[in-house]
């Protein structure tokens, strides 16, 4: 398995700032995968980042919104930029491991975010 | 397009009762994978199962059975004697079957209370 860390596990910001998230995982991967889940609604996924390449966006998102970074194999970050209260949610990330011919997929325990 | 659906968004029981979980799927994959997570109070994910399309078999893991039909494209979650620390939300999710990087599909989960 993967032991995922996230900074920070909460936050709460004033609309118009910015706030970066940061994933930290135990092992190196390559593949990680950041989510959104909105108040009582599920998990989307917002885009997936390679590392040594860009991210690459689900429909609905964007880079300027939501720009990434991955750096190395054990780390990335998600920035929610020009935040307004539609941005509350819980955000979080996901490791790809391969296991016995599959990827398994695990989470970091997340980070919830509240925009005032 | 894959697409997981759970009718039931809420569900209450007593403690000790059997409750199931219903999930559906839409896919046009001939191979894939079906999921269940848990996500208690605290918000971080807890993988629960993973089941091949190619593998009928219903599982059982204490008192948690799965019982998967793929003549009716369903994937469904039994908890049996329900604890009040089954509380949370299930989610049910889909992934095609596996190259690096393949996003899984969430369904909009099933808030569970287990009630004393």
Known sequence: ?116 | AQKVTQAQTEISVVEKEDVTLDCVYETRDTTYYLFWYKQPPSGELVFLIRRNSFDEQNEISGRYSWNFQKSTSSFNFTITASQVVDSAVYFCALSEARTSGSRLTFGEGTQLTVNP
Do not use: H
């Not at chain 1, 930290?24 to 995968?33: L, N, R």
């Not at chain 1, 689900?58 to 941005?87: A, C, H, Q, Y």
């Open chain 1, 1 to 116: 398995s993967a032991v995922i860390s996230q900074k920070p596990s909460r936050d709460i910001c004033q609309r118009g700032t910015s706030l970066t998230i940061q994933c930290q995982v135990d092992s190196q991967v390559t593949m990680m995968f950041w989510y959104r889940q909105q108040p009582r609604q599920s998990l989307t996924l917002i885009a997936t980042a390679n590392q040594g390449s860009e991210a690459t966006y689900e429909s609905g998102f964007v880079i300027d919104k939501f720009p990434i970074s991955r750096p190395n194999l054990t780390f990335s970050t998600l920035t929610v930029s020009n935040m307004s209260p539609e941005d509350s949610s819980i955000y979080l990330c996901s490791v790809e491991v391969p296991r016995q011919g599959y990827y398994e997929q695990y989470f970091g325990p997340g980070t919830r975010l509240t925009v005032t």
